[in-house]
């Protein structure tokens, strides 16, 4: 059975017709079981109240391990519920000891919350450098050339969210564990659209949002610590919530929890919970390598299209291994931008990026709307 013939899939996304949604880099549409479960906590918000609370805490601890299943997490205590991926990366960042002359290596084609964060260290005498990735040789080698006796860290995110360059993670870490230094992931362009493990890169921190490629809400992001590099981040926000004993309310001694919770400083974002954990069990349900073939092939389609039109130049690399969800590329005999502006106008939701248009399509998205979005790219004229 192929996967579009799958129930599932088919019940599950109910976007209006005329709408081709290819930016699950950007901010992406919710699950219909995502929609009913939000609908249905409102509703008991409003007439009950918190009269189900225990099992509000029991969704919580559900979405705790199917993010452990999701990046293959050791144990959901290594997982903390952050607000975002810049706060779990600023956790990162204001909790490490810095020296002053210690460096950071990451690379040039970050988002900005991958780079801002470092750079704020400055203050403190941390040098930020920044990897040229289209250097020759690999991204990687890129990244290791920067590398000296007072590098502390390896900043980068696993899929470059302009570009769409997929890093070798794996290489990094090993590069990092035999020297001594800290692997910390941006991964909010992989986590819902590849498979990712967290072991087997050897990363001690991974952060992502689950509002793209986990169709979830805004604003509740993972934020995985080795519990090596967690006792090594000082503490910057306290409350009722990240104490070991929490609940214990009578209790005046309190240590930080051991677990990553002792990253979570007060009430949880409970809805976002239920929301993203009903968007997880539909990524669980279809199964990591489904969703991954289904990401590929649908890049590997739009690649093929944009090769084969000589005016488009594709910006993301097709090399294997090296690409994931994001498809970027331009019309050379047209401004990008009003292409862009005329893709949305016609309704397929895209994102302006490196000078041309980014097209993320996740696993469900249909070869029909591909093609009804390559062909509106051919008809524009300026
Ligand atoms: C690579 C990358 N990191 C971080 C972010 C921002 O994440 P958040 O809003 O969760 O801080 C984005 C958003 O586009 C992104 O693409």
Redesign the pocket.
Known sequence: MSLMDNDIIRNEFNLQTDLIHLNH??VSPWPVRTLHVVQAFAEENAVMGSSRYPEWLNVETTLRRQLQKIINAPTIDDIALL???????SVVAYGLDWSKGDNIVSSDQ?????RIVWESLSEKGVEFREADLTMAGSPEDSLFSLVDDNTRMITV?S???STGLKMDLERIGKFCKDRGLLFCV?A??SVGALHFDVQNINADFV???G??WMLGP??L?LFYCHPDARDRLKLHQYGWHMVETVGDFDRREWTAANSARRFECGSPNILGIHALSASLSLFLEVGMDTVEREVLKRSEYLFDRIKSSPELELITSHESGRYAGIVTFKRNDVDNVALYEYLMKNRVLCAPRSGGVRFSPHFYTSYEQLDAAMDLVMKFVP
């Open positions: 880099a950007g607000k975002n991926t810049s706060e779990a990366l970050e988002f900005p919350s991958n995110s899929v470059q969210f941006d909010i362009q952060m992502a949002d509002h793209k805004e604003g992001a």
